[in-house]
């Protein structure tokens, strides 16, 4: 999996802040894997209206798995998708 997290700001292009690659195993089951991932960034100057986009995107187009955030957190054995953003 390629994960991005970009700024989209009104009239402009998204602006890449920091990306990363994870290989995740196929999963015969519906089981979670958990990801937990450290990566700096560029420092970006947000305006009003800003948006701060979690992209992201399969790496193989010939697997049949597919890659789901858990948005059902510990009811299904996982937990909620965040991104932490320093101060």
């Not at 690659?21 to 015969?28: G, I, L, M, V």
């Amino acid at each position: 999996m390629h994960f991005e997290i970009v700024l989209r700001r009104a009239g402009a292009a998204d602006s890449l802040v920091v990306a990363w690659d994870h290989h995740f195993d196929p999963n015969a089951s519906f089981d979670h894997q958990a990801l937990d991932a450290d990566s700096e960034g560029v420092a970006v100057a947000f305006q009003q209206r800003d948006q701060i986009v979690f992209r992201y995107t399969g790496a193989s187009a010939s697997n049949v798995n597919a890659y789901i955030p858990d948005g059902e957190g510990v009811t299904n054995g996982g937990r909620n998708p965040a991104v932490i953003l320093p101060n």
